[in-house]
């Protein structure tokens, strides 16, 4: 299918400020098709790591038994809500990736993506520290990995014309 395009595209972000916003947050609502048909929008921790998302969660849930029935999700970071009431207006940054989750099997890229979580939220830890944890935790835990197909960031009129007039 051809994912649709934004309609205010002055508003529309760069792919590499899209990544930096990944890069900078800590926590978006993955987007699900939930029981009985309703979305289920699920706010979750994440880490950005070789042009995936990959979140952590227990081994049971509502979250899994929608994965399990349909990979298709959406994620959305915000990045800025900025209220601006003289305005009448917030100074917003957002993006949404469209794509796939699946639950990963292979135990060298749980590892991996565990590892990355552990230093995005924990990045005073020594290696130590961090490989202890996950050996830990690793038999309760789940790995997740969105696999982005089409990613769109966009930012509210001002900010776009903030950033151009800088340009
Ligand atoms: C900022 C943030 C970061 C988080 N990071 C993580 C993370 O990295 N990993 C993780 O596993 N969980 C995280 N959570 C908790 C997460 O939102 C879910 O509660 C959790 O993952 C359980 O999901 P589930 O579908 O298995 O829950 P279930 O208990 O199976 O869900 C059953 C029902 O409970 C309700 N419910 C579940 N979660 C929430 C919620 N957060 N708010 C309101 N109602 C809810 C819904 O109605 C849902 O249908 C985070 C929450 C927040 C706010």
Redesign the pocket.
Known sequence: MEFRKMRRAGQLLEGKECIAILERN??GVLSLL??GGYP?G?????VWQDGAVY????K???????IQNSPKASFCVIDQDQVVPEKYTTFFRSVIAFGCVQILEDAQETQKALYA?GKRYAPGETEERLAEEIEKSISRTTVLKLTIEHMTGKEGIELAKMRKSAQ
């Open positions: 800590t926590a939930g029981d289920y699920v706010p979750l921790s994440y979140f952590h969660c227990a049971e849930g509502h979250k899994l038994d929608a979580l």
